[in-house]
Each structure stands twice: as C-alpha cells, then as structure tokens.
C-alpha cells in the first residue's frame, strides 16, 4: 500500500485548511462589503466548517509526531505562505517588503522549533 509521510499528510492539509480559512476570514471583504456584518459571518463560518474539517485530521496526523509548538510554528509558517499570495493577487494589495521580514522571522521560527 502507497505511504504518505506523516509530515506531507500533515502540510497538505493544512495548505488546503489555510486555503479555506483566509477566504473565510478576508474573502468577505472584496465580496460582501455591501451586505451586513451578520451575513458576511454566516457565509464566512461556512466556509470555515471546511477549513476545520482539514485542519482537525492535519493536527491529529502531525501530533503523532510533532510536539504542538513544532505544529503551531509550521501552521503560522503556512499561514504567511498562502495569505501573501492571496493578499497580492486576490485581494489586489501591493507587495511589501514586510512580507519578506515576516518570513524571514518564521524562518528563524522553524529553525530553533525543529533543530532537536
């Protein structure tokens, strides 16, 4: 039978959670800016159903061999990773420098959460 690593299983799913939960949380704004707040949260907890029926089996699978600081650090690190994207070519924001001087510190994140 195909094994798929832990880690793989994992980001996977988290990358399709994170997917789903920045459109729930920012999606509304370039969509939904006429209608009331009350709606715009209704459609976003929606589309977050989705985002915590991948991001519940991605913690469960990484607990299983990643310490809860080693999951956080890799969910903030895709965090940045599909929100950048997202931000720029979605929600049409300028590129920033800022950016780069976030990830550079979950960089440095990864590196002291994962080095033992």
């Known amino acids: 039978m195909f094994h798929i690593p832990v880690f793989v299983q994992t980001a996977g799913l988290l990358i399709l959670s994170n ?5 729930a949380w920012y999606g509304h704004l370039r969509h939904l800016s006429s209608k009331s707040w009350l709606v715009a949260a209704l459609i976003s907890w929606g589309i977050a159903l989705f985002e915590y029926l991948l991001q519940v089996p991605a913690n469960r699978i990484g607990f299983s061999q ?3 600081a080693q999951l956080k650090i890799l969910q903030e690190t895709i965090t940045l990773s599909v929100f950048v994207p997202f931000a720029i070519y979605y929600m049409g924001q300028p590129f920033k420098m800022d950016y780069i001087w976030a990830a550079l510190c979950l960089v440095g994140a990864v590196y002291f959460i994962f080095r033992s």
């Open 19 to 23: 997917i789903f939960m920045t459109f």
């Open 66 to 68: 990643f310490s809860l």
